[in-house]
């Protein structure tokens, strides 16, 4: 099992220039989320799929769209990048366990710099 | 408004010493709590989870303990390692798959 798969690993945009990071998951999980994490805060939501078909908006969301193309990948774009989007991206996955607790595995991070 | 706050912002320590990381919530309604590790450069990784009803629980070298009346947590480390040297955070969960609150962290170094 590879876990949780994140690309690219880091990128260097120009304010207005557009890209698409990739998620993917092979652990069979219905839901999956889209993170940031800025310096001296802590990880903020972007969107989440509960289920493949389904998106929803976090904290976050402007700026950004999603894609859940089938139940393993999970997609974030930004349209037209801004230096305020300048971050480490998280994609993450859940699985209930005990349960009652959904336990949150994440990917490696996409090193996003906006220029 | 849900807050989840860590205290140290930071910690040194030397190899083979304990310590205790604080972690205060303000997180309604309350489904569970969740101490992650992060690596610098990786994702977090999940050490525990607790529920309501749990005071405490382990995982190797790390304890967490939760007191759901004053809406608190710890996470003691014993006997430090050098691999121990990451970012702590505390995750409070406000019900359901996707309202997580993130606290910022407690960055730990382990020094040889």
């Known amino acids: 099992n590879a876990g949780v798969t994140q690309t690219p690993k880091f990128q260097v945009l120009k304010t207005g220039q557009s890209m698409t990071l990739q998620c993917a998951q092979d652990m069979n999980h219905n839901s999956m989320y889209w993170y940031r994490q800025d310096p001296g805060m802590g990880l903020r939501l972007i969107y989440y799929s509960a289920s493949e078909g389904t998106t929803d908006k976090g904290e976050v969301p402007n700026g950004y769209n999603v894609s859940r193309l089938n139940k393993r990948e999970f997609s974030l774009r930004l349209e037209s990048a801004a230096p305020s989007q300048t971050s480490v991206y998280f994609c993450a996955s859940t699985a209930k366990v005990a349960g009652v607790a959904y336990e949150q595995y994440f990917g490696p991070g996409t090193r996003l710099t906006v220029t | 408004k849900n807050q989840v706050e860590q205290s140290p912002q930071s910690l040194i320590i030397l190899e083979g010493k304990n310590c205790t990381l604080q972690c205060n919530y303000t997180v309604s309604p309350f489904s569970n709590l969740r101490w992650y590790k992060q690596d610098t450069g990786r994702g977090p990784v999940s050490l525990t989870i607790?529920?309501?009803?749990?005071n405490t629980k382990s995982n190797g070298r790390y304890t967490a303990t939760l007191d759901a009346d004053t809406k608190q947590s710890s996470l003691h480390i014993t006997a430090s390692q050098l691999s121990d040297s990451a970012s702590y955070i505390c995750v409070v969960s406000a019900g359901g798959t996707y309202k997580y609150i993130f606290g910022t962290g407690t960055r730990l170094k382990v020094l040889a």
């Open positions: 607790m529920t309501f009803s749990e």
